[in-house]
Nanobody, 117 residues
């Protein structure tokens, strides 16, 4: 129900845009988010956007990453700028009912982001 794309290899300071396509029933009423998990680390929230358009970001990405949604395309995005090696991780998109744990929502398959020179 969620299909992520857009990962890849990029040099430090570069940019990538991740996309996550969702079915309409998931997209319209849920909080949409991007999470990441680096090797040996726990999964962490990167950014989220509510159905009303409110956003929140992890402190480590604030000012560099932007989450957005295109309601007409049932797709949401994560624009990642000024990428750092520590941004390297598998990134997952998620849709969950507002107020619920992401584990009770739907997950896309992961997409690898590698930041390296």
């Amino acid at each position: 129900q969620l299909q992520a794309s857009g990962g890849g290899l990029v040099q430090p300071g570069g940019s990538l845009r991740l996309s996550c396509a969702a079915s309409g029933s998931i997209f319209s009423t849920n909080t949409l988010g991007w999470y990441r998990q680096a090797p040996g680390k726990q999964r962490e929230l990167v950014a989220a956007i509510t159905s009303g358009g409110s956003t929140n970001y992890a402190m480590s990405v604030k000012g560099r990453f932007t989450i957005s949604r295109d309601n007409a395309k049932n797709t949401f995005y994560l624009q990642m700028n000024s990428l750092k090696p520590e941004d390297t991780a598998v990134y997952y998109c998620n849709a969950r009912p507002r107020g619920y744990s992401p584990d009770l929502g739907s997950w896309g398959q992961g997409t690898q982001v590698t930041v390296s020179s």
